[in-house]
């Protein structure tokens, strides 16, 4: 890995698209802004944590387009030969797309949500220190882990799909996604058949019903960090590890 | 050096593109690869740039295979296809940005050309008509420098004296540690430029020559009448006479016609 390509190919992306980045951020701004005046006009029908409820659908909107954008170029033959023909390995292109759409875009992100919290308690009279949205209380952070699942899905969408990536990627994702929930609750149903499962959480836990009553089990403390071992570190790493073996059998 | 050997090409399991192709291109020349539209010109171009894969055979690139696009292979080629992309970028920007990842690039050579071009640096790509982002690209991939150009069709788009102009940067930007790759089905665009010619069609070379040898062994001589000489190879009427060809008898190496030539090899008439 060079670090001066991967420099040079991050100042590309933002050189080329400064415009469209600031445009975007204007338009995320606003969303929350929406969001958050939804919530507050209909505060009554919106029980509890509302900012992390407008923070989680805020990132993973704009975190999804904004990945997508990543490996625009192959919407069209043109563009697509000239990002293959600059001179970079394909593990730098991967690399500098994921730094850009995560580190920078959480980082952005996050300062724009607070600008947009900030306006939203400042509106609803109820601006102080404890109202501001702590993302590391009851382990909320884990969307960010979250995030970057989706942020593998959608670059690899973009590289896979060359018009139209992001409907498609999101549509492949949620069929992927009921998949692995029918998936899950076969395998369940196969380890404890006596049990009538409720719901599941692939990786996290189940809920059966034992004589009317609903069981809420979660995974073992040992197994559960296995488990968050794989969703939050090997899981997104394999998936950005296919971005690259993708990008470089990509033929045009 | 590019070696390409038994070169097989499908786009799919039916459609066939090219079989067998075996070629060999040396640095110091400037080739001159034409056929008429669709007989693969532009898919044995992509092979040789590694934008597709050879589904059999193989295809080197100074000993680099370019479907793996390495560095260093990526850093001494430049690829201007028939239909070509640009940044929204100024110029100036354009050359900021990318001129780092060639490491011959010479700015000063760019910017001979833009002024020649007369085109302003501060311009951005999409402010350019498509004859001027054609001429900017083109200045691009000769002051890159890199071992390897290759142009697919690039005098579609010029104009006449931008054709001339194209013609005169090829010719002094090259030198003998270059190999030019031109594609064209506009035979005459490439007259005076190309020391060798291939010829393609339907997936198959049935020409690849240097052009000296050609004009060795082939005299071209253009007449009022049509003869009935049985020395002639081949014969068409042109607009001002009869255009044919026959052995050169004598030491001199005289004018090639490429697009009768063309002609001649494309209806089997000769075989080198």
Same mark, same amino acid.
């Given at each position: 890995?060079?670090?001066?390509?991967?420099?040079?190919?991050?100042?590309?992306?933002?050189?080329?698209?400064?415009?469209?980045?600031?445009?975007?951020?204007?338009?995320?701004?606003?969303?929350?802004?929406?969001?958050?005046?939804?919530?507050?006009?209909?505060?009554?029908?919106?029980?509890?944590?509302?900012?992390?409820?407008?923070?989680?659908?805020?990132?993973?909107?704009?975190?999804?387009?904004?990945?997508?954008?990543?490996?625009?170029?192959?919407?069209?033959?043109?563009?697509?030969?000239?990002?293959?023909?600059?001179?970079?390995?394909?593990?730098?292109?991967?690399?500098?797309?994921?730094?850009?759409?995560?580190?920078?875009?959480?980082?952005?992100?996050?300062?724009?949500?607070? =600008? &947009?919290?900030? /306006?939203? $308690? %400042?509106?609803?009279?109820?601006?102080?220190?404890?109202?501001? !949205?702590? @993302?590391?209380?009851?382990?909320?952070?884990?969307?960010?882990?979250?995030?970057?699942?989706?942020?593998?899905?959608?670059?690899?969408?973009?590289?896979?799909?060359?018009?139209?990536?992001?409907?498609?990627?999101?549509?492949? =994702? &949620?069929?992927? /996604?009921? $998949? %692995?929930?029918?998936?899950?609750?076969?395998?369940?149903?196969? !380890?404890? @058949?006596?049990?009538?499962?409720?719901?599941?959480?692939?990786?996290?836990?189940?809920?059966?019903?034992?004589?009317?009553?609903?069981?809420?089990?979660?995974?073992?403390?040992?197994?559960?960090?296995?488990?968050?071992?794989?969703?939050?570190?090997? /899981?997104?790493?394999?998936?950005?590890?296919?971005?690259?073996?993708?990008?470089?059998?990509?033929?045009? | 050096?590019?070696?390409?050997?038994?070169?097989?090409?499908?786009?799919?399991?039916?459609?066939?593109?090219?079989?067998?192709?075996?070629?060999?291109?040396?640095?110091?020349?400037?080739?001159?690869?034409?056929?008429?539209?669709?007989?693969?010109?532009?898919?044995?171009?992509?092979?040789?740039?590694?934008?597709?894969?050879?589904?059999?055979?193989?295809?080197?690139?100074?000993?680099?295979?370019?479907?793996?696009?390495?560095?260093?292979?990526?850093?001494?080629?430049?690829?201007?296809?028939?239909?070509?992309?640009?940044?929204?970028?100024?110029?100036?920007?354009?050359?900021?940005?990318?001129?780092?990842?060639?490491?011959?690039?010479?700015?000063?050579?760019?910017?001979?050309?833009?002024?020649?071009?007369?085109?302003?640096?501060?311009?951005?790509?999409?402010?350019?008509?498509?004859?001027?982002?054609?001429?900017?690209?083109?200045?691009?991939?000769?002051?890159?420098?890199?071992?390897?150009?290759?142009?697919?069709?690039?005098?579609?788009?010029?104009?006449?004296?931008?054709?001339?102009?194209?013609?005169?940067?090829?010719?002094?930007?090259?030198?003998?540690?270059?190999?030019?790759?031109?594609?064209?089905?506009?035979?005459?665009?490439?007259?005076?430029?190309?020391?060798?010619?291939?010829?393609?069609?339907?997936?198959?070379?049935?020409?690849?020559?240097?052009?000296?040898?050609?004009?060795?062994?082939?005299?071209?001589?253009?007449?009022?009448?049509?003869?009935?000489?049985?020395?002639?190879?081949?014969?068409?009427?042109?607009?001002?006479?009869?255009?044919?060809?026959?052995?050169?008898?004598?030491?001199?190496?005289?004018?090639?016609?490429?697009?009768?030539?063309?002609?001649?090899?494309?209806?089997?008439?000769?075989?080198?």
């Amino acid at each position: 890995m060079n670090y001066s390509t991967l420099s040079l190919l991050i100042k590309r992306q933002f050189k080329e698209h400064y415009k469209t980045y600031a445009t975007d951020l204007l338009v995320l701004l606003i969303l929350l802004i929406f969001m958050f005046l939804v919530v507050h006009q209909w505060k009554d029908s919106f029980s509890g944590a509302v900012q992390n409820g407008v923070f989680v659908i805020g990132l993973f909107i704009a975190g999804g387009v904004f990945s997508n954008t990543m490996f625009g170029e192959f919407s069209s033959p043109q563009s697509g030969m000239w990002l293959l023909s600059i001179p970079a390995k394909a593990s730098e292109k991967v690399v500098s797309s994921i730094i850009i759409s995560t580190v920078f875009f959480l980082i952005i992100y996050v300062i724009t949500f607070y =600008i &947009a919290d900030f /306006f939203y $308690l %400042l509106f609803a009279g109820t601006l102080n220190f404890e109202a501001i !949205l702590n @993302p590391f209380e009851n382990g909320f952070y884990q969307f960010f882990f979250i995030y970057l699942i989706f942020n593998g899905l959608m670059l690899l969408g973009s590289i896979i799909f060359n018009k139209n990536s992001l409907i498609k990627m999101l549509l492949t =994702i &949620a069929v992927l /996604f009921i $998949l %692995l929930n029918y998936l899950n609750g076969f395998i369940l149903s196969f !380890l404890i @058949p006596e049990a009538t499962i409720v719901s599941s959480i692939a990786f996290d836990s189940f809920l059966f019903s034992h004589y009317g009553e609903n069981v809420k089990v979660f995974l073992s403390d040992n197994i559960n960090f296995y488990s968050a071992l794989f969703v939050r570190i090997i /899981f997104p790493i394999a998936l950005w590890v296919l971005v690259w073996l993708k990008l470089k059998e990509k033929e045009i | 050096m590019i070696t390409i050997e038994s070169l097989d090409y499908n786009y799919s399991k039916k459609i066939n593109i090219f079989k067998n192709i075996n070629l060999q291109f040396s640095s110091g020349k400037i080739y001159g690869l034409l056929g008429k539209n669709g007989v693969g010109k532009s898919t044995l171009i992509k092979n040789i740039t590694g934008m597709l894969f050879p589904t059999k055979g193989s295809c080197e690139v100074f000993g680099l295979t370019p479907g793996k696009r390495e560095v260093e292979f990526l850093q001494d080629l430049f690829f201007v296809p028939e239909e070509y992309y640009l940044p929204n970028l100024t110029i100036k920007e354009l050359i900021t940005i990318y001129k780092d990842f060639y490491p011959n690039f010479d700015v000063n050579q760019f910017d001979a050309y833009t002024k020649e071009f007369n085109i302003s640096k501060d311009k951005k790509a999409t402010e350019l008509s498509l004859g001027q982002k054609k001429k900017i690209l083109i200045g691009f991939a000769l002051s890159a420098n890199t071992k390897v150009l290759i142009m697919d069709e690039p005098t579609n788009g010029l104009d006449i004296p931008s054709k001339i102009t194209f013609r005169n940067m090829i010719k002094d930007a090259f030198n003998d540690d270059r190999i030019v790759f031109i594609t064209s089905h506009q035979v005459r665009d490439l007259d005076e430029l190309i020391d060798a010619i291939i010829i393609m069609h339907d997936g198959q070379i049935l020409l690849n020559s240097d052009k000296d040898a050609i004009a060795k062994r082939l005299h071209f001589e253009l007449s009022d009448n049509k003869k009935d000489d049985l020395t002639i190879l081949y014969q068409e009427k042109v607009s001002n006479g009869f255009a044919s060809i026959q052995k050169n008898t004598s030491d001199t190496l005289g004018y090639v016609d490429i697009e009768l030539l063309f002609n001649a090899v494309l209806a089997h008439k000769l075989k080198l």
